[in-house]
């Protein structure tokens, strides 16, 4: 049974940093990926970042390209995302997820509970 475990969330003024980690239990597979997405109050969840675990190619959303970084440690089963320069709209539960990928199609088969990241203005 896989499980994705977030930490990291809090709260954080208006241009300040954060990392999320998300730590994976189970077998890791090479032609998966990891990444994030998040939901605020009363929208739909949206992807954020996505970090292929063979290659390390990474994708983001237009929206933190530029402030968040995702990375990964191999040896630890562990990705993260370091989130810099926060805005409020950044406010969301940050959800962690693993799936198979191909080029750009991703399958998200694994969810954590989510983190809260709350951004004061």
């Known amino acids: 049974q896989v499980q994705l475990v977030e930490s990291g969330g809090g709260l954080m003024q208006a241009g300040g940093s954060l990392r999320l980690s998300c730590v994976a239990s189970?077998?890791?597979?090479?032609?998966?990926?990891m990444g994030w997405f998040r939901q605020a109050p009363g929208k739909a969840r949206e992807f954020v970042a996505r970090?292929?675990?063979?290659?390390?190619?990474?994708y983001y959303a237009n929206s933190v390209k530029g402030r968040f970084t995702i990375s990964k440690d191999n040896a630890k089963n562990t990705v993260y995302l370091q989130m810099n320069s926060l805005k409020p709209e950044d406010t969301a539960v940050y959800y962690c997820?693993?799936?198979?990928?191909?080029?750009?199609?991703?399958?998200?088969?694994?969810w954590g509970q989510g983190t809260q990241v709350t951004v004061s203005s």
């Open positions: 997820a693993r799936g198979p990928a191909y080029y750009s199609t991703w399958t998200q088969e694994y």
């Open positions: 189970g077998r890791t597979f090479s032609s998966y990926a």
């Open positions: 970090i292929d675990w063979s290659t390390g190619n990474t």
